[in-house]
T-cell receptor, first 114, second 113 residues
Framework: GNSVTQMEGPVTLSEEAFLTINCTYT??????LFWYVQYPGEGLQLLLK?????DKGSNKGFEATYRKETTSFHLEKGSVQVSDSAVYFC?????????????FGKGTRLSVIA | GAGVSQSPSNKVTEKGKDVELRCDPI?????LYWYRQSLGQGLEFLIY????????KSGLPSDRFSAERTGGSVSTLTIQRTQQEDSAVYLC???????????FGPGTRLLVL
């Protein structure tokens, strides 16, 4: 079956540091890939997505590239801010049909300190 | 516009009681999903509705869990005879037809004593 593995946290960084959160997946087909973010006390929000190989999703300075050859979708940001402190979830959905449940990784908690 | 809303935001109940959790999806969204977020388990899929029918109930953990959706809109997740292991945040999400992006509600935090 489909699965997502992401690096375990917590990750603690100083402001303006470079961020990488690794995510790899296992899928039988060609899934779409997502990063969701959960800020303290808030619900899950879509951060970015990519629907096919070599696509790059980007938003709020975050980027992730869909790498089919390595089955990866690592999240990166060049300079983190305190406001980026949150839990980040990598997820996939089956590409066969438009509406399918998401399969999530376990989440990575990021803390950015000033 | 209005996002996905869920009620109650918090629920404390005693073991053995039944609870109902409500989800109001974004207007016009045909697909509706229930997930559970618990410590150590991450986010688990429970059930998915397309319109009023549930083509995928594979994530429901036991027959104490059931859900329905009426009018292609509001959905209710019912947990009968609650157990302490049911304590979690229950998340609802909706999406438009043929779109993979899901929009999440704020969740209902359930605590079973």
């Amino acid at each position: 079956g489909n699965s997502v593995t992401q690096m375990e946290g917590p990750v603690t960084l100083s402001e303006e540091a470079f961020l990488t959160i690794n995510c790899t997946y296992t899928a039988t087909g060609y899934p779409s890939l997502f990063w969701y973010v959960q800020y303290p006390g808030e619900g899950l929000q879509l951060l970015l997505k990519a629907t096919k190989a070599d696509d790059k999703g980007s938003n709020k300075g975050f980027e992730a590239t869909y790498r089919k050859e390595t089955t990866s979708f690592h999240l990166e940001k060049g300079s983190v801010q305190v406001s980026d402190s949150a839990v980040y979830f990598c997820a996939l959905s089956d590409e066969v049909s438009g509406n399918t449940p998401l399969v999530f990784g376990k989440g990575t908690r990021l803390s950015v300190i000033a | 516009g209005a996002g996905v809303s869920q009620s109650p935001s918090n629920k404390v109940t005693e073991k053995g009681k039944d609870v109902e959790l409500r989800c109001d999806p974004i207007s016009g969204h045909t697909a509706l999903y229930w997930y559970r977020q618990s410590l150590g388990q991450g986010l688990e899929f429970l059930i998915y509705f397309q319109g009023n029918s549930a083509p995928d109930k594979s994530g429901l953990p036991s027959d104490r869990f059931s859900a329905e959706r009426t009018g292609g809109s509001v959905s209710t997740l019912t947990i009968q005879r609650t157990q302490q292991e049911d304590s979690a945040v229950y998340l609802c999400a909706s999406s438009p037809d043929s779109e993979e992006t899901q929009y999440f509600g704020p969740g209902t935090r359930l605590l079973v004593l």
